[in-house]
Structures are given as C-alpha cells and as structure tokens.
C-alpha cells in the first residue's frame, strides 16, 4: 500500500542519494538526470553509466550528449559560472555496458558501487522495433539479467527500477492488465518461451553465418530475418517489444527480495511543461508524420483516425519514475506501472490530425523559393493495411512493373532507376508491416496502479517550478498540446 506523499517528501527521498542511471544518453535518461539534479542538488552522486573505451571518453560522451543539451539550460541559468563544477561534483562516468557481466567495471568501481548505491534506473535498451536479434537480446534481455545480477550484489539497494514498454502487450485488444510476465510466457496460444533456448539460437546462427563466411551485409539481414521470426513466433509484432517481455520476465525471475518497480510507458512524445517545453530527441511514429508533412515528403499514413492514440510526455514519465522510487523504496516485492493515457485521457488520432493541418495552416513551412510558404496538400490517411497496399500497387507497384518492361526492352537503360524505386518501394512497404501494430493499436493501458500512486500525492501547486511531479494525463488539453508544444517542439529540435 503506498502511502501518503507530497512533492517535498518525494524531493527528500533522494538527498544524499548515490544513483546508478543505465541510458542517460536517451531521451527519458537526460529528463530524469536534469530533473534530479535541478530538484534535489543534494543528490550525494549520479553515476552515468556509458559505452565508451575509457574513463576520459566516457565523461566527453556524457558532456556532449547529456549535460550540454538544451534540456539543461535551466539548471545552467540557476548555477551560472559553477554550473561545471557542479556537473563534476555530482556527476560521476562509468565506461561501460549492460550486455557484459558486471556491466565490465574494473575491480575498484565494482567496490566502491557495491558498497555505495541506494537506487538503480535501468533505462539502456535497443528500441529498433526490427533490431538484429542478436543486437536487441544482448541490451533488453541479458542487459536485463546483468542488471539485476549487478542489483542483487549491493549491500544497501532500496530501488531497482526498470523502465520497459507499454506495448510488451503486443497487439492485444480491449483493457491490458498491469500484470507481471512469467517465465514461459508467450502472446500465442499453444507456445512456450525458453529463453536460453532462443540464447543458443542466435549463437548457434552466428556460428553458422561465420562458417559459411557470410558478408556483414548478409549476416545483418540474416539475424535481423531471426529476430523478426522468433517474436512472430511467439506473438509479438517485431524484436524490440518481444526481447523487452523477455527482459521483463528474467527480471522478475531472478531479482529474488530486491524492491523493484517496472514501468511500461506508452508512446513518450515531447515535455509538455518543464523544464522545456516541447524539447525531445528521438523521432517517434507520430514525429516522422509530422516533420514528412511539414517537408511535404509524405502524403499519406497508415492509421485510423477515431483508434486511441496513447501518448504520454517525457516529463510525466519522469515525475511518475521519481514518485514510484519514493513510494516503494526497501520493498521487498515486485510492482509495475503503465504510464498512458488512453484510459484516463483518451486521445484519437482525429485530435493530432486536425490540430497539425491546423497549425500548419496559421504556420506555412517556408521553403518556397525566397521564403515564400509553402503550399500543403493535406495528407491522406488509410484505416486498414488492406486499403493501403491497394493504393501502394496502384499508384506505385504497376508503374514500377511498367518500369521494369520497359528496362527489358531497352537492354537495362533504367536498370538504376528501376533498382532505386524498387529499393524504396520494398522500404515503404516494410515501414508498413512494421508501424500497423501501433497506429493500429486496439488496446487501452489499464493504470489501476498508477492512479493510486498518484492519488497518494497529494494536490500539488501547479506554480511550485522545480518541484512538480504531475503525471495524471487527465490534466492535458490534447489539442492545446499538439497545436502549442509538441508540433512546435518537434520542427525546432527535431527537422534536420
């Protein structure tokens, strides 16, 4: 039962905190360094763990793609000319990777972590939805492993929090549970998942691919097929949502009485309040649409207009991160948290669609000749795979086989331009298969569990800057947020 907080208790929780953070260099990793550290500049020490050869090249990795982002602008404004020593003070680098035991620390760091760390947010995963399968097992199922491996070794650890997807549920439809996956489980019935088997798998491809001495190219495409296969196999849409499962249910496995916390968040779009609104990294599904509409490089999408479009921003996933630490520290049990809002705050697709055309509309892209705007032709939208493939043969695969005759006939004169169009038709349609189970998606997140971690809040002052910890996307104006923020956002820092 989580108990009665407030933001300054959950402020509180982490002073004189040592904190070990997987992923910083993604975007939810910089929004929860900037929010600890400009909320809570008592935090004792934040180590970043990173892949980097050395020590020095781990702390330039971190300068230039962590603290030097314009998220961290703020807390530079607040600490002015010490901001940098700041950094230095509270900021400690670790070269190295969860896909190796022991993250392949050297002995003394091992020491001095084991000793030392209160809480782990295990944040560093693959997210290409058609990953290698090698590539997307080693950082979301044995990085997985490693972590709670890594976990079970510190002497005083009072939180492992673990951040997965919403979409681990892979294409069910109706109300999804926040339910724990088992060891086994798999999405289709009549199936069971033995995940050192699938282990032994991608070894055993490896060496065959190594035999066979298979090109890079080859060998690539072959373990990305693998990947594909093996989570269509057992129900899940493509690599990253199925090794993700997996991670998930090595970790409730095998994290023995360590407090953990799982949160799946849904779609992470773009802050929506502090420290800068509309700042994001990361093209999402949503974003590519935007910046295609905005260059006038897409004209059409697949997706459903009235289906629920379930997104969240990063700040609020953050917030909802922070409260669970603070709410469920040194317990001994596993609980986990959808962070969405299609069930609180239902959103279509028909809102982004209106509010873009829109804003579109009062804010022409000027890329016409001597910066002229633009003239926009409003983008078609197909509600079924079925109907897009329709409009894809007509409109571009029996011109293309025209294409093709007539290269034939002229002794290969188009041959190059044949294989390039084909090239990107093949793309497209791959782009297809891979998007539709989630701009088709016909579930709703249940958050039975988040409601009451954010009914333990108390009201909060919505003016208190710093110390905000709203995650209820009740409190979202969807159109105001599209028109005003996330749009804006996206083509500012998202366009080149």
């Not at 260099?25 to 929860?32: A, D, P, R, S």
């Not at 409260?323 to 520290?329: D, T």
């Amino acid at each position: 039962m989580v108990g009665e907080m407030d933001a300054g208790m959950v402020v509180g929780y982490f002073r004189g905190k040592n904190i070990l953070i997987t992923g910083s260099t993604g975007f939810l990793g910089k929004v929860l360094v900037e929010k600890i550290l400009r909320v809570q500049p008592d935090v004792k020490k934040i180590f970043l763990l990173v892949r980097a050869s050395d020590i020095e090249s781990a702390k330039l990795r971190i300068q230039m793609e962590v603290t030097r982002r314009e998220i961290f602008q703020v807390l530079k404004e607040e600490h002015g000319m010490e901001f940098d020593d700041f950094i230095e003070e509270k900021i400690c680098p670790l070269a190295g990777d969860i896909m190796y035991e022991s993250f392949g620390l050297d002995t003394g760091n091992l020491r001095e972590l084991y000793k030392d760390l209160d809480i782990i947010v295990n944040g560093a995963a693959t997210t290409n939805f058609s990953e290698r399968y090698d590539v997307a097992f080693d950082a979301n199922v044995l990085g997985a492993k490693h972590v709670c491996a890594f976990a079970n070794k510190c002497a005083k650890l009072k939180m492992l929090l673990h951040v997965s997807t919403a979409y681990v549920a892979g294409e069910q439809e109706g109300i999804i549970l926040e339910k724990p996956f088992l060891l086994g489980d798999t999405l289709r019935e009549g199936t069971h998942l033995d995940i050192e088997s699938e282990l032994n798998l991608i070894k055993e491809t490896r060496r065959e691919l190594k035999a066979n001495c298979s090109s890079e190219k080859a060998e690539r495409r072959t373990m990305k097929e693998l990947g594909l296969k093996r989570a269509r196999q057992f129900g899940w849409p493509n690599t990253y949502v199925f090794t993700k499962a997996m991670g998930e249910m090595l970790l409730g496995h095998l994290r023995g009485d360590l407090p953990v916390v799982i949160l799946r968040p849904s779609i992470i779009t773009s802050i929506l309040k502090e420290p800068l609104p509309g700042w994001m990294e990361g093209i999402r599904t949503i974003d590519a649409v935007v910046i295609g509409y905005a260059k006038q490089t897409l004209s059409f999408f697949l997706v459903d207009l009235d289906l629920i479009m379930d997104v969240i921003p990063g700040d609020m996933v953050v917030n909802a991160m922070m409260v669970a630490m603070a709410a469920h520290s040194e317990e001994q049990s596993q609980t986990i948290y959808h962070v969405a809002s299609s069930v609180r705050n239902p959103a279509p697709y028909a809102i982004l669609a209106d509010s873009g055309h829109r804003y579109f509309f009062d804010n022409p892209p000027r890329t016409g000749r001597n910066g002229q705007p633009a003239r926009l032709n409003k983008m078609r939208f197909f509600s079924t795979v079925a109907r897009l493939s329709l409009y894809m043969t007509i409109k571009y695969r029996l011109p293309l086989e025209m294409l093709r005759l007539v290269n034939i006939a002229l002794c290969g004169v188009f041959s190059r331009r044949y294989n390039e169009l084909s090239r990107k038709y093949r793309f497209v349609m791959q782009l297809i298969e891979l998007y539709a189970p989630y701009s088709l998606f016909k579930g709703c997140f249940d958050d039975t569990n988040t409601e009451r971690l954010r009914m333990a809040m108390k009201d909060q002052d919505s003016n208190a800057p710093g110390c905000y910890f709203d995650f209820d996307p009740k409190s979202i104006d969807w159109d105001d947020y599209f028109y005003s923020v996330h749009i804006p956002g996206v083509l500012k820092y998202m366009r080149d």
